[in-house]
C-alpha cells in the first residue's frame, strides 16, 4: 500500500511538525515514536504521555434490542452493563475462534459504543451487521466520526482535570462519560492499555487539534510527552495486555487464550459460538492447554513473536511478544508454553534465538503493576 493511499487521522499535520516517525499501522499512517522510544515509555510510567489512537474502529449500535444483539454477537453479557460504563469483550466465530478483543460502552438505554483493534474493524463491523439480522437495531460505522486521543500515566488526572469540568474523581475504571474538554465535547473514558491511570478522549475530527494543543500546554509543566505506537507496545507488554494477532487469533478461543473469564455462559440467550466454547471450556477443564506466561530473560537476546520456547531439548511452547523492558532493565516475552512449565520460578526454560537457547525465567503476568 503506497502512502498515499494510507488513511490518515486528524492530527497527521501536527504529528509531522513534531517530527514524528510514521509508519504503515493496519492501512493508517500512524506516529511509531517521536524522539526516543525509551524515553516515552518512562514519560508515561513516571509522568505522562498523549498518544493519538484515532486508528481504532468505533461502531455504534443503536435501537430497542441493541443490548440484546451485542448479547448474542459478543460472548460477554453486554445487557448488565449500566449506563455510563464499559466492558471488555470478545466477538468469536462460530467456532470459537476469537475475531477481536473490544471495549464496549454503554452510553445511554439503548446506545452502546463498540471500540475494535484497527485491522479488525471492518471485520467486527461486518460481523456485527451479519448478526443485526431479526433484532430491532442498528450497526453504524463510526470511524470516520471520531478521533481518538488518550493520556496516559500518573499525571494524567490533574493534566485532564484542568482543561474540563467532568467529575474525573467520579469516574471509575472501565466507565465513560460526556463532557467538555478544552471547550469541546467529548466522551471520556477511563480504560487505558499502559498499566497506567488514565484517560481516553473520543472527540470529533475537527476538534482534535484544539484538544491535543489544550492538552501539551497544560501538560508542559509536569513532562507530558507526546508517544507513538512503539512505546504504546512496550507498556501494554510490561502490563501483560493482550494484543490481537500476538496473543489473541482466529486459531485461539478465549479459554486457550487464558481468558474465559470473559464468556458468560450464564446469560439469557444463545450467542455465536456458544457450543464451541462450552466445549472449549470442558476441554480446558480436563486437560489444560498452553498457558500464557511471562517470560524474563537472564541475558541480553531479546526474543520475538514466533521464536520457540524450549526446555530439556524439547519444544514446549512459542513466544507471542517480546521486546526489551524499559522498567525492568531486561528483555521480556509473554508466551504460550506447556501447563507443566508454565509456573512462576519454573527454571530451566529457554527460548531459541537463532539457534541458540537462551535461559530465561517463568514468571507471573503482569510484569508490572503500578502502585495505587
Known amino acids: 500500500m503506497s502512502s498515499s493511499e494510507l488513511r490518515l487521522t486528524a492530527l497527521d499535520a501536527l504529528h509531522r511538525s513534531l517530527g514524528a516517525t510514521m509508519t504503515d499501522f493496519a492501512g493508517w499512517d500512524m506516529p511509531l ?116 486521543i488518550a493520556v496516559q500515566g500518573p499525571e494524567s488526572p490533574g493534566i485532564l482535570a484542568s482543561l474540563t469540568d467532568a467529575d474525573l474523581d467520579g469516574l471509575k475504571y472501565y466507565a465513560g462519560l460526556p463532557g467538555t474538554v478544552a471547550g469541546v465535547p467529548a466522551l471520556i473514558a477511563r480504560t487505558g492499555y499502559t498499566g497506567e491511570d488514565g484517560f481516553e478522549l473520543f472527540v470529533a475530527p475537527s476538534d482534535a487539534e484544539t484538544v491535543w494543543q489544550a492538552l501539551t500546554k497544560a501538560g508542559e509543566g509536569v513532562g507530558l510527552t507526546p508517544c507513538g505506537l512503539s512505546c504504546r507496545d512496550t507498556l501494554r507488554l510490561e502490563a501483560g495486555m493482550p494484543l490481537y494477532g500476538h496473543e489473541l487469533s482466529r486459531e485461539l478461543t478465549p479459554f486457550d487464550a487464558g481468558l474465559g473469564r470473559v464468556v458468560k455462559f450464564e446469560k439469557d440467550g444463545d450467542f455465536v459460538g456458544r457450543e464451541a466454547l462450552e466445549a472449549a471450556a470442558s476441554r480446558a477443564a480436563e486437560n489444560p492447554p498452553r498457558v500464557l506466561v511471562g517470560l ?30 524499559p522498567t525492568l532493565g531486561r528483555p521480556i516475552a509473554m508466551a504460550y508454553v506447556d501447563a507443566a512449565h508454565a509456573t512462576p520460578g519454573t527454571t530451566g526454560v529457554g527460548v531459541d534465538i537463532r539457534g541458540s537457547h537462551e535461559p530465561y525465567e517463568v514468571v507471573a503476568l503482569p510484569f508490572y503493576k503500578r502502585q495505587k
Open 296 to 325: 524474563v530473560a537472564e541475558g541480553r537476546r531479546v526474543p520475538r513473536a514466533g521464536y520457540a520456547v524450549v526446555a530439556g531439548g524439547e519444544v514446549i511452547g512459542e513466544v507471542t511478544s517480546g521486546a526489551p523492558s
Open 33 to 148: 515514536r517521536y524522539g526516543s522510544e525509551r524515553d516515552e515509555h518512562t514519560a508515561v510510567r513516571t509522568k505522562a504521555g498523549l498518544f493519538d489512537l484515532s486508528h481504532m474502529g468505533e461502531i455504534t449500535v443503536t435501537g430497542p434490542q441493541a443490548a440484546g444483539l451485542l448479547n448474542f454477537a459478543l460472548v460477554g453479557n453486554i445487557a448488565s452493563v449500566g449506563v455510563g460504563r464499559a466492558r471488555y469483550t470478545m466477538i468469536c466465530q462460530a467456532d470459537g475462534g476469537i475475531l477481536d478483543d473490544l471495549i464496549v460502552y454503554r452510553l445511554g438505554e439503548t446506545e452502546y459504543l463498540v471500540v475494535a483493534n484497527a485491522s479488525n474493524a471492518q471485520v467486527v463491523l461486518d460481523a456485527l451487521t451479519e448478526r443485526a439480522a431479526g433484532f430491532d437495531a442498528e450497526v453504524r460505522d463510526d470511524r470516520d466520526a471520531y478521533a481518538l
